[in-house]
């Protein structure tokens, strides 16, 4: 599910791990990053699929619809438009740093993490790239 991203080169090979942590179940993280001269993208795709308590933890903020607005920040939730897809921003005003996170089907955590762009439509623009649809329908 990581993709190509359009505009980045991929830096280095994509890596993971499974954690399991007695009482919080087990859960397994995907990970890539990219380059484009002096911007980076990170992309982390995380599947709670054996720790309900992990993946409630992680969406938290998705429930609460806690917003932010200042001289520095403006971050909140955004319609998806997909089913069972929800999604939460954080674009950095002074340095030009973005983050796009998706919570997805009760079940994976989708972070996208630009540094060097603020650009979120971009991210957004990845983000739709990588099938959330299918991934909503497990």
């Known amino acids: 599910y990581l993709p190509v991203a359009a505009g980045y080169e991929k830096d280095g090979d994509p890596s993971g791990e499974s954690v399991t942590m007695p009482g919080m179940g087990s859960w ?3 990970q890539q990053q990219y380059r484009s001269g002096d911007k980076t993208l990170s992309i982390e795709l995380i599947d709670y699929n054996q720790s309900l308590m992990g993946y409630s933890a ?12 200042n001289d520095t920040e403006k971050s909140g939730p955004f319609e998806t438009g997909i089913p069972g897809v929800r999604g939460y921003e954080q674009v950095y005003k002074k340095n030009a740093d ?11 955590i989708l972070t996208l993490r630009s540094n060097g762009s603020n650009d979120i439509d971009a991210l957004k623009t990845i983000a739709k790239s990588m099938k959330l649809s299918e991934l909503a329908s497990k």
């Open 58 to 69: 992680a969406a938290t903020m998705f429930g609460m619809s806690f917003q932010v607005e």
């Open 98 to 108: 973005a983050n796009l996170t998706y919570a997805i089907a009760d079940r994976f």
């Open 28 to 30: 397994s993280t995907a």
